[in-house]
């Protein structure tokens, strides 16, 4: 028997670094400084692509495009996403929902949250209402409560197509 439904969850982490913007769901987000990664460091993208890999039990975002092969050096992340998506239909599953949080001091992901919903839903080929981003700070504590980078979490749920 194959179940109906699958959950996945991811993390991605990136400290800041020299820039002036961040890239979040794919979106530019003008920044004080940008991240240190091998591809554009979105964290958005990177926990939302752990989080469909987990649940089609397929690895990790390192697995798939590692950080090693210098091929994928300052790669658009929406591309890793667009694999992801791929995978998830090949594999005869659809996305029910994702829900992703933005962790840290800054950016402020408000008055971008719509724009990233809206690319995010593009990207995986579903309805804006199945995509859900917010954000929160640490209050002051850990790396992203000193402003040392940022961070991101997703849950997906995936449907039997």
């Known amino acids: 028997m194959t179940a109906a439904f699958r959950i996945g969850q991811g ?25 240190l990664a091998h591809s554009d460091g979105d964290v958005v993208i990177h926990a939302l692509c752990d989080a469909l890999l987990g649940a089609l039990a397929l690895g990790d ?23 992801c998506q791929e995978l998830m239909l090949d594999a005869g599953w659809r ?19 719509e724009e990233i919903r809206t690319a995010l839903a593009d990207i995986l080929g579903v309805a804006r209402l199945q995509v859900s981003v917010k954000a929160t700070t640490t209050e002051g504590l850990g790396f992203e409560g000193r402003r040392e980078g940022i961070a991101a979490q997703a849950v997906v749920l995936l449907v039997r197509a």
């Open 11 to 35: 993390y991605d982490v990136h400290a800041f670094g020299p820039g002036d913007h961040v890239m979040l769901g794919g979106v530019r987000v003008a920044h004080e400084f940008g991240v």
């Open 61 to 83: 975002i390192g697995q798939h495009f590692p950080p090693s092969d210098p091929r994928w050096r300052g790669t658009d992340s929406r591309l890793f996403l667009r694999h």
């Open 95 to 113: 996305l029910g929902n994702a829900d992703v949080t933005v962790i840290g001091e800054q950016p402020k992901v408000g008055p971008h949250r």
